[in-house]
């Protein structure tokens, strides 16, 4: 009986608990920003009790983190790898506005305003007169407007929150990027995430300040005054279910400003953001943290390290990818046991370890190169359904009724009616000799408009409304309007953006990816000098080298002649994503020409590709193309004033 297969352990079944792990530490970050903050709306009449967490404290801290656990869940949920990519930042607007993504967002944020609110609310003292019902006369119960108004400030605050969380993209989760080591350069660890957290405080002090301020003077100078009496309705509409109170929705005659309000209101508002900014960066930075466990890959805990590595590699998921690809561009620099374990791995049913890894890293490369290939070339036509086989022919479809059997002798009714009086009033207008109306009065009025263009515009003006002329002065407004600080910016569709946008494709680009797998081709080709025992890599060596040096050459062509747009107004030609990647593969291609330069001959490689290969290594600056210097594939073939996409 043959043996059983071992199962191998998938690559999430090890990313998965880490991440939960960096979520636990984050959720307990959080926590204990929620007790300080618990411990500032304490009213401190007994010292022990005011902090004790068994308590009060205690419970307004699980209130207040029961507040920020919403926007925790939604940032698990609506995580990402890579930046969003469009041509401008209007277009990345009109395609992620109105979405189900982004509606959630904003009402995650506001519910979360709402809870805040309610707990800031309760941890008020009595002689604050924030409750929500007062008694001014007897034992009438009343609607207090107090807390209706920081009420609606927290929630207008949390809608805001929330168009800035989808405007910035905080949902992106951050990649590293592995680095080539110097000479004699130890293993640098990262900095701990609370280390990162303290630098980060002042900022997000800062920040935090800036946005409480803004939305509570907003909102108690203008915004307020609309959204009263709605707000007030609302309130009254609620307490009603569990207060004998008026049946009138109609508001106070004077809303209750104070300097008093505007100062609490700007404290809670400072409070709450503070504690959205804090989790926004606690879980950035662990969730950014490199795949290691204890300083270990974290596939090393697997019973077949590199098979479930493979795995991750292979996945369709981004992120499990992603990771992946991270651990595997540190494995390749830092852990020599695990690197030579890759190329003694040999008996793989899929084929041995390395060449698994060689097609996987060089597909994410040549991806690269299709795109630019691809870059304005039409969409390819859909396949055509195929037939089904075995089905009967099937009669064709009549074109025309089917003839009558009436009698063709019969005489044709008559018809009568408005109707019918109309149609042939109609019909003889239209069918008659001789011209019609439109045919005698278009000609005059063009005539007249003629001579009054002529009698009445002067020979300057005359040249002013040429099309020519029109276009130019519509374009000049247009530049205006683009050079606005603000609003400009909005519609500019930077060079940058189109580069890397056409580089990195839609709807996001991930840099890292293609930055690793460049890093870990190269690095394990070098160390399987050593190594490799089998001499597995020097087999797909030429063929690293050459796909190296077409996709930099590729790269560098397209780069040099892709067109400005003429909304930049910038007018750069700098690239920081595309340049980053240019660099990775240089880097990689000089390590390969300095490792196996010598033995070209015995790799059959010509002179003519080392040649080529040391041209596509040299790293030089971005060439701006010249007047009437022809572009690089679709981009000499479409105009420069075109958007293209």
């Known amino acids: 009986m043959p043996p059983a297969a071992v199962r191998r352990p998938p690559y999430k079944d090890f990313l998965q608990p880490a991440l939960q792990r960096r979520f636990a530490s984050t959720a307990g970050v959080l926590l204990a920003i929620a007790y300080t903050e618990a411990l500032t709306l304490s009213s401190w009449d007994s010292f022990f009790w005011s902090w004790f967490p068994i308590g009060l404290p205690g419970l307004r801290t699980l209130t207040i983190f029961g507040s920020i656990l919403p926007i925790v869940i939604l940032r698990i949920a609506h995580s990402h790898v890579g930046f969003r990519t469009s041509n401008s930042p209007f277009e990345t607007f009109r395609s992620n506005a109105i979405t189900f993504s982004t509606l959630e967002t904003i009402i995650t944020f506001a519910i979360s305003a709402w809870l805040f609110s309610q707990t800031y609310l309760l941890s008020t003292p009595d002689e604050a007169n924030l409750r929500w019902i007062t008694h001014y006369s007897g034992d009438r119960a009343r609607v207090n407007e107090r807390a209706l108004f920081y009420t609606v400030n927290l929630v207008v605050l949390g809608v805001v929150q929330g168009i800035l969380h989808v405007a910035l993209d905080f949902d992106r989760m951050l990649l590293g990027m592995v680095k080539p080591k110097r000479e004699g350069e130890a293993n640098a660890q990262p900095p701990d995430s609370l280390v990162r957290i303290n630098e980060w405080a002042p900022f997000l002090v800062a920040r935090a300040g800036i946005l409480s301020i803004a939305i509570a003077l907003v909102n108690y100078v203008l915004l307020y005054h609309f959204l009263r009496r709605s707000a007030w309705g609302w309130a009254m509409s609620f307490f009603r279910l569990f207060y004998n109170l008026?049946?009138?929705?109609?508001?106070?005659?004077?809303?209750?400003?104070?300097?008093?309000?505007?100062?609490?209101?700007?404290?809670?508002?400072?409070?709450?953001?503070?504690?959205?900014?804090?989790?926004?960066?606690?879980?950035?930075?662990?969730?950014?943290?490199?795949p290691l466990k204890n300083n270990q890959p974290l596939s090393s805990e697997s019973r077949d390290p590199n098979g479930s590595l493979l795995n991750g590699l292979k996945s369709k998921k981004p992120h499990i990818s992603g990771f992946a690809m991270w651990e595997l561009a540190l494995i390749a620099r830092d852990f020599d046991a695990r690197r030579a374990g890759i190329f003694e791995d040999i008996d793989r049913t899929d084929g041995p370890t390395w060449s698994q890894i060689y097609a996987t890293c060089l597909d994410k490369i040549k991806a690269v190169e299709k795109r630019v290939d691809d870059y304005g070339k039409p969409p390819a036509p859909p396949p055509a359904p195929q037939a089904p086989a075995n089905v009967p022919p099937q009669p064709p479809a009549r074109v025309v009724?089917?003839?009558?059997?009436?009698?063709?002798?019969?005489?044709?009714?008559?018809?009568?009616?408005?109707?019918?009086?109309?149609?042939?009033?109609?019909?003889?207008?239209?069918?008659?000799?001789?011209?019609?109306?439109?045919?005698?009065?278009?000609?005059?009025?063009?005539?007249?408009?003629?001579?009054?263009?002529?009698?009445?515009?002067?020979?300057?003006?005359?040249?002013?409304?040429?099309?020519?002329?029109?276009?130019?002065?519509?374009?000049?407004?247009?530049?205006?309007?683009?050079?606005?600080?603000?609003?400009?910016?909005?519609?500019q569709q930077l060079f940058s953006r189109r580069l890397a946008t056409a580089v990195l494709g839609r709807p996001y680009g991930e840099l890292s990816t293609c930055v690793n797998a460049a890093y870990v081709l190269s690095q394990l080709a070098v160390c399987s000098l050593t190594e490799d025992h089998y001499g597995k890599v020097q087999r797909d060596v030429p063929a690293l080298i050459r796909t190296f040096t077409v996709v930099i050459k590729k790269l560098e062509r397209f780069r040099d002649g892709f067109p400005m747009h003429w909304t930049d107004v910038r007018q750069n030609r700098d690239c920081p994503e595309v340049e980053e990647l240019l660099v990775a593969l240089k880097d990689g291609l000089s390590e390969l020409i300095a490792a196996f330069g010598p033995y070209s001959t015995d790799l059959r490689l010509t002179r003519a590709d080392m040649r080529l290969a040391r041209e596509a290594a040299e790293k030089k600056q971005a060439a701006a193309p010249t007047a009437g210097e022809p572009g690089r594939g679709a981009a000499e073939a479409q105009p420069e004033m075109r958007e293209l996409r």
């Open 246 to 290: 008026p049946k009138s929705n109609i508001p106070p005659s004077q809303a209750p400003w104070s300097i008093w309000m505007l100062g609490r209101s700007i404290w809670a508002g400072f409070l709450l953001t503070l504690l959205w900014y804090s989790a926004d960066v606690i879980f950035r930075l662990q969730l950014g943290r490199a």
């Open 401 to 491: 009724q089917p003839p009558k059997n009436d009698n063709v002798w019969a005489p044709a009714p008559a018809g009568g009616g408005l109707r019918n009086s109309l149609g042939k009033f109609v019909s003889n207008v239209t069918t008659s000799p001789g011209k019609t109306p439109a045919d005698t009065i278009v000609p005059e009025a063009k005539r007249r408009a003629l001579e009054a263009r002529e009698h009445l515009l002067t020979k300057e003006q005359k040249e002013a409304l040429t099309p020519e002329n029109l276009n130019t002065l519509t374009q000049s407004i247009w530049l205006r309007v683009l050079e606005l600080p603000k609003i400009g910016s909005v519609f």
